[in-house]
């Protein structure tokens, strides 16, 4: 690990706990926590928020974190999440895996595997799959770009040795 990616996530990680300092799960939110999407549970888990209550299927929205692609995980975006909950809103909030351990594309490769869990647990939380929406902070702004890209235009999507879930490609051309 570089020097700076160790100054990033202690100067990161200080500012964010004292955020979050005293902040809980509001009662109106039911969680599902801690559940692994991918081959790394330490890096690869993700958590579901739904309004507690809420029947049938509701619009999902995917947070991808920010953090300069070497800090951030799930936690520090859970109160945000479970802010859009409260609109009505399944979230999906997913650690990905960070530079400078993991090379590009991974963090890509990550959001691709959290796009296809929920296309595969539609039912299992209630994901309305045909209306799903992801919002990205700084970085995770700028791989969800990344990601919008591969699933719009087939020249780039070559380029990796991914494609988007089977479905999800049939859900952007009805956009």
């Not at 590009?104 to 869990?117: G, L, M, R, T």
């Amino acid at each position: 690990m570089s020097v700076t990616s160790d100054n990033i996530r202690k100067s990161f990680k200080e500012s964010d706990d004292r955020r979050d300092a005293g902040l809980t799960t509001p009662a109106n939110v039911e969680r599902y926590d801690d559940i692994v999407y991918g081959e790394d549970a330490a890096s690869q888990s993700l958590d579901v928020y739904r309004p507690k209550g809420a029947d049938g299927r509701l619009p999902v929205i995917v947070s991808v974190h920010g953090g300069g692609w070497v800090y951030g995980d799930k936690e520090r975006y859970q109160y945000y999440c479970m802010s859009l909950v409260q609109h009505g809103f399944a979230v999906v909030n997913f650690t990905y895996r960070l530079a400078p351990e993991h090379k590009f594309p991974a963090a890509i490769e990550d959001i691709n595997a959290v796009f296809k869990f929920v296309l595969e647990n539609n039912e299992k939380y209630g994901f309305d799959t045909e209306h799903i929406f992801a919002v990205g902070d700084s970085a995770g702004a700028h791989q969800l770009g990344l990601y919008a890209v591969i699933c719009t235009n087939p020249e780039y999507a070559k380029r990796f040795d991914f494609a988007p879930p089977k479905g999800f490609a049939a859900l952007r051309r009805q956009l």
